[in-house]
């Protein structure tokens, strides 16, 4: 069956960076793009970026933009969060997600986990000095 397990959270200073790790396996990985999810506590889930299935692009939305980097080694069946300049607003449970298609990114608009048909158990990320 399909499993999504992150790592590589923990509590990083404002200003410092971490990277999240994505390992995924029970499926075709490059057939499926996939994406970044957060959760802060008393919030909803916003979309942090995606990735589409072969890694030609990345999306994310204004509020990482230029801070956050997705990428994936489709050899490794691996997906990864770079996150630089962080800043106390980023403090949430990070999610992995599986797409249902390889040029499917949903932006979570709606807040529905329904979006995507798989979602990891999350890595908790504190930024705080």
């Known amino acids: 069956q399909v499993q999504l397990v992150e790592s590589g959270g923990g509590l990083a200073q404002p200003g410092g960076s971490l990277r999240l790790s994505c390992a995924a396996s029970g499926f075709s990985f490059s057939d499926y793009a996939m994406s970044w999810a957060r959760q802060a506590p008393g919030k909803g889930l916003e979309w942090v970026g995606g990735i589409f299935g072969d890694g030609t692009s990345t999306y994310y939305p204004p509020s990482v933009e230029g ?31 599986k797409a249902r298609g390889p040029w499917s990114i949903p932006t979570l608009i709606s807040g529905q986990r329904s979006e995507y048909s798989d979602w990891g158990q999350g890595t908790q990320v504190t930024v705080s000095s």
Do not use: H, Q, V
């Open 67 to 97: 801070r956050f980097t997705i990428s994936r080694d489709n050899s490794e069946n691996m997906l990864y969060l770079e996150m630089n300049g962080l800043i106390p607003d980023d403090t949430a449970l990070y999610y992995c997600a």
